[in-house]
């Protein structure tokens, strides 16, 4: 597995520590087809290039864009994902004509939104995001509902933002991407997980994710990491008034 050398928390730490969600996800994955996790840590533009010749398998969490459907194939991983966006607390409406969207320098295009972009750092924090905005160098900033969710969980100043949860797409799952030009997709496994001689190792690592999923083991990491239930984001519907609670209000006091 590849991923940058920056920290996503509580999914991976800054490098080299590699703690984190992604990595107790993944190991367990793996342990259930007899393989070993190899976390490499470079500059994301890096670790996208040895993706495509191969030089590394997958990349945990990756968007799906016309470019990268070229040498990855993106797989669910059973955990839900919304983007949602940051404003400037006084923003009335999201125009996108109009408002400057605050993105990472070489992260591609949102293909359904024409804001224009002020680019910062590659590995663009969600802090320096919102200081952008507060500063008034952008006007918004946009990502996973789960990133924003831990993200409130700790001191950020809630008072100077808001956030929109009907900005994009709705509500859709999460993807890895897996290189296309992996020997893993060529090495075959005699005893495989799911008892099919002729399926590959990848072909193994996604029925053991599809497990994961089925058995409550995604959601058991899920909530040791944010200390919330998938299963209220799985039955929210994003045109409901009570989005806001089912994010917000209940993460301090869900007890399923």
């Not at 793996?30 to 840590?41: A, M």
């Not at 459907?69 to 966006?85: C, E, M, Q, R, T």
């Not at 495989?192 to 999923?213: C, G, H, P, Q, Y």
Request: with cysteine; aromatic share 12%.
């Amino acid at each position: 597995m590849g991923y940058r050398t920056s920290e996503k928390l509580p999914f991976i730490k800054k490098a080299p520590n590699d703690d984190g969600l992604y990595n107790d996800f993944y190991s367990e994955a793996l342990r259930r087809i007899g393989c070993k996790l190899i976390i490499t840590r470079k500059p994301k533009k890096r670790i996208l290039r040895d993706l495509k010749n191969g030089r590394i398998d997958f990349y945990p969490v990756l968007t799906e864009t016309k470019d990268r459907y070229k040498y990855i194939n993106f797989h669910s991983i059973g955990i839900p994902s919304l983007d949602v966006a940051i404003v400037r607390k006084e923003t009335i409406h999201i125009n996108k004509e109009k408002l400057v969207l605050v993105k990472p320098l070489g992260a591609p295009n949102v293909e359904f939104l024409n804001f224009k972009i002020y680019r910062q750092s590659p590995e663009l924090s969600i802090s320096k995001a919102i200081k952008a905005i507060i500063d008034k160098k952008a006007d918004i900033y946009i990502d996973e509902w789960i990133n924003i969710i831990y993200l409130l969980s700790k001191d950020e100043d809630k008072t100077k933002f808001k956030i929109h949860y009907d900005c994009c797409k709705g509500l859709k799952f999460l993807t890895l991407g897996f290189s296309k030009e992996s020997k893993l997709y060529f090495e075959k496994n005699n005893k495989t997980f799911v008892n099919v001689s002729t399926s590959s190792r990848v072909d193994d690592f996604l029925e053991a994710i599809n497990s994961m999923k089925e058995d409550g083991t995604t959601e058991a990491i899920f909530k040791h990491y944010f200390k919330f239930s998938l299963k209220k984001i799985i039955k929210a519907d994003q045109s409901q008034p009570t989005i806001n609670q089912i994010f917000i209000n209940n993460y301090y006091t869900d007890k399923e």
